[in-house]
């Protein structure tokens, strides 16, 4: 088990078996690998997008019901954004505490008596 082979020594023995394969072998083994690339170039759909085209929201064949179901989503992300850009835009209140103790400690600006 303490030999160590590189890629070089790989890539011989590889190569010095392959050449001792039959000619229908190597061709099967062709086969089942063409086979295998289409197999792996097949778009499968994920879970998402499979529920999303059965309902409709995507693809063409949205029915009347599918369809106001988007419009209803979709209205519903509207409101969603709209209220959480208003819930942002909210100012804050301010802190009065510094105001608070300048009055009681009789150490307000005049300029805070005039309005």
Same mark, same amino acid.
């Given at each position: 088990?303490?030999?160590?082979?590189?890629?070089?020594?790989? !890539? /011989?023995?590889l190569d010095r078996s392959a050449s001792d394969l039959s000619a229908t072998t190597v061709d099967?083994?062709? &086969?089942? !690998? /063409?086979?295998?690339?289409?197999?792996?170039?097949?778009?499968?759909?994920?879970?998402?997008?499979?529920?999303? &085209?059965e309902h409709g929201i995507i693809g063409h064949h949205a029915s009347h019901?599918?369809?106001a179901l988007?419009?209803?989503l979709a209205t519903l992300l509207a409101v969603a954004m709209v209220g959480?850009?208003?819930?942002?835009?909210?100012t804050p209140e301010r802190?009065?505490?510094t105001i608070d103790?300048?009055?009681?400690t009789d150490e307000l600006?005049?300029?805070?008596?005039?309005?």
């Open positions: 088990m303490g030999i160590k082979l590189n890629i070089n020594d790989f !890539r /011989r023995l099967r083994l062709q &086969a089942a !690998r /063409r086979a295998a690339l289409q197999h792996q170039q097949t778009k499968q759909p994920t879970l998402v997008h499979a529920w999303l &085209a019901q599918h369809k988007n419009w209803g959480g850009i208003s819930y942002w835009q909210i802190d009065h505490s103790i300048a009055i009681l600006p005049v300029h805070m008596y005039v309005d």
